[in-house]
């Protein structure tokens, strides 16, 4: 049994607690902020097998490039001339290529399909009840060009074995009655699943408090305890805590403390606005709205639109025409979402992890063989959260990883 401290009360942070502590481990759980807010609280909640195709995909660039010309695009990077920043985008356009895609596609399928069902297994043992509804995703267009590019993915995502219908007007209406007359078709992902985030945050933080994990709420990790090439304990501002392990699963803030451990770890954050609208929108299914880039799911008690990927470096700053600009845009797929002042004003935002290639950082470090890093999960932080937790509590036990680790080594090469 060691005592094992993990750097962030995220999605990844609180999954990993959650299989270190049912391999009998002491775990405290350190966070800087008080359990209420960030990207695992703001997410969409899908689970998407959908996703197997790495955010760095060829094509995102020149997409990209043309969204930023339009300053209420879902994609914006905020032009910087700063070292780090420079070394990612650079980092990213290489790893854009069909090569590097194409080989991370099976190993990343297997990983999202892996923690999909982890989630629903936690669901089955009924420790901690949650929202979990398998009817799958559906991706809705309006225009044919959008249906080109859908249609080309989902061949692919056959190819890969997922279940996958080609949904007509009227089909997709059949299935979501409220859609706009100016859709013309649709998919649907059936492998697919959704959740509700905070009330999933809040109750597997209560069943860790009760399983014996430790939470040291608002209190910030500054730096580290380091002896015979071992960290030996985390400090933050108000106390110094011992550790046989260290798992920095801090999300967009990781390259900072591993600056402090003289490890370099490129990652930037890339932001991302909810905006939650009351419950009677009608809406049945989780989509993705293929050309505004906006998700929109049925929670629990309400109804979420989510979307823009904003490179603007670690900054929660809201910016009103986007948010104006996904509630303005999800209205044109739907009649009745009914999105009133109130929700605008009461958006927020979170920041995504996202490394160069969009694929996670999960692995012990070379430097320090007692610390782990498990970050990075971009746009699928979400899906990936449980088989993360599981992969470092197997990393941690010295076991073979479930799934092979090689392409999401922490010190890979871009
Ligand atoms: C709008 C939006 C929609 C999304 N939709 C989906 C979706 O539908 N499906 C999906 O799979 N993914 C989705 N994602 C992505 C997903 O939410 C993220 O990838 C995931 O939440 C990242 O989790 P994390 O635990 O790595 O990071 P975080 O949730 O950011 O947690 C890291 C924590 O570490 C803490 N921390 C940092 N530094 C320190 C320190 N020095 N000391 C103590 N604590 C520290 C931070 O305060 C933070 O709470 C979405 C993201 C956004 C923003």
Same mark, same amino acid.
């Given at each position: 049994?060691?005592?094992?401290?993990?750097?962030?009360?995220?999605?990844?942070?609180?999954?990993?607690?959650?299989?270190?502590?049912?391999?009998?481990?002491?775990?405290?759980?350190?966070?800087?902020?008080?359990?209420?807010?960030?990207?695992?609280?703001?997410?969409?909640?899908?689970?998407?097998?959908?996703?197997?195709?790495?955010?760095?995909?060829?094509?995102?660039?020149?997409?990209?490039?043309?969204?930023?010309?339009?300053?209420?695009?879902?994609?914006?990077?905020?032009?910087?001339?700063?070292?780090?920043?420079?070394?990612?985008?650079?980092?990213?356009?290489?790893?854009?290529?069909?090569?590097?895609?194409?080989?991370?596609?099976?190993?990343?399928?297997?990983?999202?399909?892996?923690?999909?069902?982890?989630?629903?297994?936690?669901?089955?043992?009924?420790?901690?009840?949650?929202?979990?509804?398998?009817?799958?995703?559906?991706?809705?267009?309006?225009?044919?060009?959008?249906?080109?590019?859908?249609?080309?993915?989902?061949?692919?995502?056959?190819?890969?074995?997922?279940?996958?219908?080609?949904?007509?007007?009227?089909?997709?209406?059949?299935?979501?009655?409220?859609?706009?007359?100016?859709?013309?078709?649709?998919?649907?992902? =059936?492998?697919?699943?959704?959740?509700?985030?905070?009330?999933?945050?809040?109750?597997?933080?209560?069943?860790?408090?009760?399983?014996?994990?430790?939470?040291?709420?608002?209190?910030?990790?500054?730096?580290?305890?380091?002896?015979? =090439?071992?960290?030996?304990?985390?400090?933050?501002?108000? =106390?110094?805590?011992?550790?046989?392990?260290?798992?920095?699963?801090?999300?967009?803030?990781?390259?900072?403390?591993?600056?402090?451990?003289?490890?370099?770890?490129?990652?930037?954050?890339?932001?991302?606005?909810?905006?939650?609208?009351?419950?009677?929108?009608?809406?049945?299914?989780?989509?993705?709205?293929?050309?505004?880039?906006?998700?929109?799911?049925?929670?629990?008690?309400?109804?979420?639109?989510?979307?823009?990927?904003?490179?603007?470096?670690?900054?929660?700053?809201?910016?009103?025409?986007?948010?104006?600009?996904?509630?303005?845009?999800?209205?044109?797929?739907?009649?009745?979402?009914?999105?009133?002042?109130?929700?605008?004003?009461?958006?927020?935002?979170?920041?995504?992890?996202?490394?160069?290639?969009?694929?996670?950082?999960?692995? =012990?470090?070379?430097?320090?063989?007692?610390?782990?890093?498990?970050?990075?999960?971009?746009?699928?932080?979400?899906?990936?959260?449980?088989?993360?937790?599981?992969?470092?509590?197997?990393?941690?036990?010295?076991?073979?990883?479930?799934?092979?680790?090689?392409?999401?080594?922490?010190?890979?090469?871009?």
């Amino acid at each position: 049994m060691k005592q094992v401290i993990v750097i962030g009360g995220g999605i990844i942070g609180l999954c990993t607690a959650y299989f270190l502590q049912k391999e009998g481990h002491r775990v405290i759980v350190i966070e800087k902020g008080d359990f209420s807010q960030g990207a695992s609280f703001v997410n969409a909640g899908f689970l998407s097998p959908s996703h197997f195709i790495p955010l760095a995909a060829p094509g995102i660039l020149s997409t990209g490039l043309k969204m930023m010309i339009n300053k209420n695009s879902p994609f914006y990077i905020k032009p910087r001339f700063q070292k780090e920043f420079l070394q990612w985008a650079w980092a990213f356009k290489k790893s854009a290529n069909q090569i590097t895609v194409d080989k991370a596609i099976p190993i990343y399928k297997e990983l999202i399909l892996k923690s999909t069902q982890l989630y629903k297994e936690l669901k089955n043992e009924k420790a901690i009840d949650f929202h979990l509804e398998n009817k799958g995703l559906l991706v809705l267009y309006k225009t044919s060009k959008y249906e080109d590019k859908e249609n080309k993915i989902a061949q692919r995502a056959l190819k890969e074995g997922l279940q996958v219908a080609f949904l007509q007007k009227n089909e997709v209406k059949k299935l979501e009655p409220t859609v706009s007359e100016n859709l013309i078709g649709g998919i649907h992902y =059936k492998n697919d699943a959704h959740t509700t985030p905070p009330e999933f945050m809040k109750k597997i933080k209560h069943y860790l408090v009760k399983k014996g994990v430790r939470f040291q709420t608002n209190q910030k990790v500054d730096t580290f305890v380091i002896k015979n =090439k071992r960290v030996a304990g985390v400090i933050t501002q108000n =106390k110094t805590y011992n550790a046989d392990e260290i798992v920095i699963a801090s999300g967009s803030w990781t390259p900072l403390l591993l600056k402090k451990l003289g490890v370099k770890l490129l990652l930037q954050a890339g932001k991302g606005y909810k905006i939650d609208i009351h419950k009677n929108t009608g809406v049945q299914y989780p989509a993705l709205l293929a050309e505004a880039k906006v998700a929109i799911t049925p929670m629990q008690h309400f109804t979420r639109l989510a979307g823009t990927m904003e490179l603007s470096g670690i900054n929660h700053k809201i910016l009103k025409n986007r948010v104006t600009a996904i509630t303005n845009l999800a209205q044109t797929y739907y009649t009745n979402l009914g999105v009133k002042a109130n929700h605008l004003k009461q958006a927020q935002c979170g920041l995504r992890p996202v490394s160069p290639d969009g694929l996670p950082y999960i692995g =012990k470090l070379t430097k320090y063989k007692n610390v782990t890093v498990a970050t990075g999960h971009a746009m699928m932080g979400w899906t990936l959260g449980p088989i993360t937790g599981k992969l470092v509590s197997q990393l941690i036990a010295n076991e073979k990883p479930l799934v092979s680790l090689e392409l999401f080594h922490p010190e890979r090469k871009f």
